[in-house]
């Protein structure tokens, strides 16, 4: 099985795009960012979502509404021990994790599937079902509640992807293969030649994010043969190798 990284398209010349859609919106709820007791950093993970879970019904829903830096981090763990019932069983939950749906605007066209940041996956409901009837496992689509200019407008769904996989760490800088025991923060920059630690993949999902470097969204071989016999051209593929 291989495994590839998916990405925005960056078009050779500015007008190349096909679609030219934009959205500028937020999920509606997320975790504070902190300062870490344990590593000294201060920091926010505002790339790891999960556009399905719903905060409407906690006490501590309206706290969690702006994005702010909580000082106290005994105050940190209480809400994200208050929201982790809520979440996929055994995913980590990072500073600066955002839930809901994604809230905003959006204007122009936009093809099969669309990633405005490299982090960020989605997907019209009518690319979904074909993708389902694929057999392609793990998709989890979420509403949105984004604002449309054009009359014409297309249901855009967000794909909630866990973070389940790991970068080999022959690819990490030897200090910052373990992440940080109080917050969980690993601190390295993406490697020139990301490495997939091929013992940490998961079997079940063939769409997940890295989570030891959120921000790199991998797909299966299945998916990415399906993805291309339905023509869904809108997203940068490459392949990542495996030790």
Not at 32 to 44: L, R
Not at 150 to 178: A, F, M, T
Request: aromatic share 8%; glycine share 8%.
């Amino acid at each position: 099985m291989k495994f590839y990284r998916l990405e925005p398209v960056e078009p050779v010349e500015p007008d190349a795009l096909r679609y030219k859609g934009e959205i500028n919106a937020t999920h509606k709820w997320g975790l504070p960012g902190v300062h870490c007791p344990g590593c000294g950093a201060t920091w926010s993970n505002g790339t790891d979502a999960y556009p399905c879970v719903e905060l409407s019904g906690l006490p501590d829903a309206k706290a969690l509404e702006e994005a702010r830096l909580e000082e106290d981090f005994a105050a940190f763990e209480r809400l994200r021990e208050r929201v982790r019932p809520l979440l996929p069983a055994g995913v980590p939950l990072w500073p600066g994790t955002k839930f809901g749906p994604l809230v905003g605007s959006a204007r122009g066209s936009f093809g099969q599937l669309f990633m405005q940041d490299p982090w960020t996956l989605l997907i019209r409901r009518e690319a979904l079902e074909p993708l389902q009837r694929e057999g392609i496992q793990g998709l989890t689509a979420c509403h949105t509640q984004l604002r449309f200019r054009q009359k014409q407008s297309p249901e855009l769904l967000e794909l909630q992807l866990e973070p389940r996989g790991l970068l080999h760490r022959e690819c990490i800088p030897p200090d910052r293969v373990e992440p940080c025991g109080k917050c969980g923060r690993f601190g390295f920059s993406l490697p020139k030649k990301p490495l997939l630690d091929w013992a940490s993949l998961p079997e079940h999902l063939d769409l997940f994010r890295l989570a030891n470097f959120t921000t790199v969204i991998v797909a299966t071989e299945r998916f990415v043969d399906a993805v291309r016999r339905l023509s869904f051209e809108e997203v940068s593929i490459r392949e990542l190798p495996l030790r």
